[in-house]
T-cell receptor, first 110, second 115 residues
Framework: GEDVEQSLFLSVREGDSSVINCTYTDSSSTYLYWYKQEPGAGLQLLTYIFSNMDMKQDQRLTVLLNKKDKHLSLRIADTQTGDSAIYFCAESNNNNDMRFGAGTRLTVKP | DVKVTQSSRYLVKRTGEKVFLECVQDMDHENMFWYRQDPGLGLRLIYFSYDVKMKEKGDIPEGYSVSREKKERFSLILESASTNQTSMYLC??????????????FGPGTRLTVL
């Protein structure tokens, strides 16, 4: 079946940039998403990108999409301790199937 | 403010018990989903429902069933709980997307422990 993969852990220092990477296999993906899960909470949509775009910027967040390589990344500028969470990459296709990665646990050290 | 609520945040049950996990959304969404979340495995889809009284199997339906009698409520049932069903269970809802962007809204999760 189709798959979404991301590394499980990332640790950065406060003030540095964080880059979380994701790869997917579904060539019919229409939208790609980044969700954030804070401790003890459900997932919250952080940002999304349509598959015909290659970049989207929203304040401290930059999403880059390389559709040819099926690679998605989320860059968080000036990372703060409040950004510590699990970040899930997800993709959906024309059939409305949605697949999630395993989640990357971002730890921000002061 | 949109809301998806789940009946319990934490639940402890014994092997063999019948377990009901309830999810309610107040956004009039047609689609509802049940996932389980396990470390290193991310979210795996158990069952989903496109509308009232409709249900579809997800990727890991074995050992589970669901009920959708009302649009706002989607229940996950463990007929006979087993220890390998110890997990975090997440409910989500959304409007049907078709070719357009659609966001899934998640509840806070129920952490179920089966002893």
């Amino acid at each position: 079946g189709e798959d979404v993969e991301q590394s499980l852990f990332l640790s950065v220092r406060e003030g540095d940039s964080s880059v979380i990477n994701c790869t997917y296999t579904d060539s019919s993906s229409t939208y790609l998403y980044w969700y954030k899960q804070e401790p003890g909470a459900g997932l919250q949509l952080l940002t999304y990108i349509f598959s015909n775009m290659d970049m989207k910027q929203d304040q401290r967040l930059t999403v880059l999409l390389n559709k040819k390589d099926k690679h998605l990344s989320l860059r968080i500028a000036d990372t703060q301790t409040g950004d510590s969470a699990i970040y899930f990459c997800a993709e959906s296709n024309n059939n409305n199937d949605m697949r999630f990665g395993a989640g990357t646990r971002l730890t921000v050290k002061p | 403010d949109v809301k998806v609520t789940q009946s319990s945040r934490y639940l402890v049950k014994r092997t063999g018990e019948k377990v009901f996990l309830e999810c309610v959304q107040d956004m009039d969404h047609e689609n509802m989903f049940w996932y389980r979340q396990d470390p290193g495995l991310g979210l795996r889809l158990i069952y989903f429902s496109y509308d009232v009284k409709m249900k579809e199997k997800g990727d890991i339906p074995e050992g589970y069933s669901v009920s959708r009698e009302k649009k706002e409520r989607f229940s996950l049932i463990l007929e006979s709980a087993s220890t390998n069903q110890t997990s975090m269970y997440l409910c989500a809802s959304r409007t049907p997307g078709g070719l357009s962007y659609n966001e899934q809204f998640f509840g806070p999760g129920t952490r179920l422990t089966v002893l």
